[in-house]
């Protein structure tokens, strides 16, 4: 059988961690198997394992993907120049709370007291990523004098860091009132940082 050039290799990679997310959001990562997978892209475990080392190593593919789709979406408001800086600060604080919601069933699996590399991992993607998207929003919201700062890139990694926190402690959480609580725990810290123009409502 001839070796698949380097470009087919990638896109059939793509294809088995496009899948993946839609399983492990559909039916939670430990409820899908790696035979369910092979199987639903069509191709041999041998296959599978060329590309993964591990159910693990695919979590983190798929974990990167959804990273670099969050990204997409906070950039495409970041673009948006036709906006009021508040406005886009807003939006992007939103953008990355809704994917976060959405995507809950996976990270709830990272932030797994089991999974502490895992996390450790995909959380400095996260930081790398997202950093210079949210502190070149406070900086241009301080010269514009909307916002008052120390230092824009500690605050955009301290901002990331409340969010990291409260993401987890809504995973751990199953109880409404308790969601709702930490949410208006999480504004109110918010507040402190930002303008209440900057804060966008959270889905509980």
């Known amino acids: 059988m001839p070796r698949l050039s380097k470009a087919a ?8 961690v496009e899948r993946a997310e839609k399983l492990f959001i559909q039916d939670g990562y430990d409820n899908t198997t790696v035979d ?3 199987s639903e ?5 041998g296959t599978y394992y ?6 693990e190593d695919l979590l983190i593919a798929v974990s990167d993907k959804l990273i670099s789709d969050t990204s997409d979406k906070l950039l495409a408001v970041y673009v948006r120049k036709d906006q009021d800086i508040i406005w ?3 939006n992007v604080l939103k953008a990355y709370h809704d994917d976060f919601f959405r995507n809950r069933d996976i990270w709830k699996h990272l932030y797994h007291w ?8 995909v959380a400095h993607i996260c930081m790398k990523r997202f950093t210079p998207i949210l502190e070149d929003l406070l900086a241009e919201a301080m010269a514009a004098g909307k916002l008052e700062l120390p230092h824009p890139r500690e605050a955009a990694e301290s901002l990331l860091v409340l969010f990291d926190s409260t993401s987890k402690q809504l995973c751990a959480r199953t109880d409404h009132a308790r969601r709702v609580r930490i949410l208006q725990t999480f504004r109110y810290l918010l507040k402190r940082i930002l303008r209440e123009e900057c804060i966008p409502e959270f889905e509980a």
């Open 9 to 16: 290799a990638q896109e059939r990679e793509k294809r088995i």
């Open 88 to 90: 886009r600060i807003r």
């Open 36 to 38: 369910r997978l092979v």
């Open 41 to 45: 892209v069509k191709i041999s475990k």
């Open 114 to 121: 089991r999974n502490v590399a895992l996390y450790s991992r």
């Open 50 to 55: 060329y590309h993964f080392d591990s159910k």
